[in-house]
Each structure stands twice: as structure tokens, then as C-alpha cells.
């Protein structure tokens, strides 16, 4: 649960942190209320089409909201071919690039 977890922490405690990724998230009700108490923080979140843990309607669902709300800055990286692990390995630049953008 550490994708959904990362999107509950981010909405609860949105003062401790800079940013946000949340891989695959297992988030299969999406929080609009709580992204939009959120819109000004980073989001990026990563998901395999072929992830047979949490399909990938759960990211393209949470990356939509995100666009409605609207969040100011958002990344959806969807991986063609990943699943449910290799997604936790395959942005790792790109997720420690966002990170480090957006640092305090």
C-alpha cells in the first residue's frame, strides 16, 4: 500500500512535504476532495498498463482527477508493458530528478 499511502500522507500532512510519487497506487476510490485541498503541490505518479495488482484505470482515474482539480503541476508516466513491481525501477532518474526539483 506504500502508492496509496503516499497519496493519503500527501492530503493529510500536506505541510511536511515538498512533493509526492506515488507508484501504483492501490487508491481505488479517488480522493477529489482531498487533492483539491492539494492543488499546489507536486504530484508525479507512475503506473504499469500491465499491472494485474492494481489496474491501470486506478492511475489514468487519480491522473484525471488531478487534471480537474486543477492540480499545478502533475506527471502521470504510464509504462507500457510494466507491472506491478517493475514500475518500482524503471523512472527511478525521473522519479529522484522530481524529488530533487522540488525539495525545501
Known amino acids: 500500500m506504500g502508492g496509496a499511502g503516499t497519496l493519503y500522507l500527501a492530503i493529510k500532512y500536506p505541510q511536511r ?3 509526492a510519487v506515488a507508484l501504483a497506487p492501490a487508491a481505488f476510490t479517488v480522493d477529489r ?3 483539491g485541498k492539494i492543488p499546489k503541490m ?8 500491465m499491472d494485474t495488482v ?3 484505470t ?3 482515474a487519480w491522473a484525471e482527477a488531478m487534471k480537474a482539480v486543477p492540480m499545478k503541476e502533475y506527471h502521470y508516466i504510464e509504462v507500457p508493458g510494466g507491472d506491478h513491481g517493475t514500475v518500482i525501477g ?15
Do not use: C, N, T, Y
Not at 507536486?42 to 498498463?49: E, K, T
Open 54 to 56: 492494481v489496474p491501470v
Open 42 to 49: 507536486p504530484i508525479m505518479l507512475v503506473h504499469g498498463d
Open 58 to 60: 486506478v492511475g489514468r
Open 17 to 19: 512535504w515538498a512533493a
Open 90 to 104: 524503471s523512472h527511478q532518474a525521473e522519479i529522484f530528478a522530481f524529488f530533487a526539483k522540488h525539495s525545501r
Open 33 to 35: 476532495e482531498g487533492l
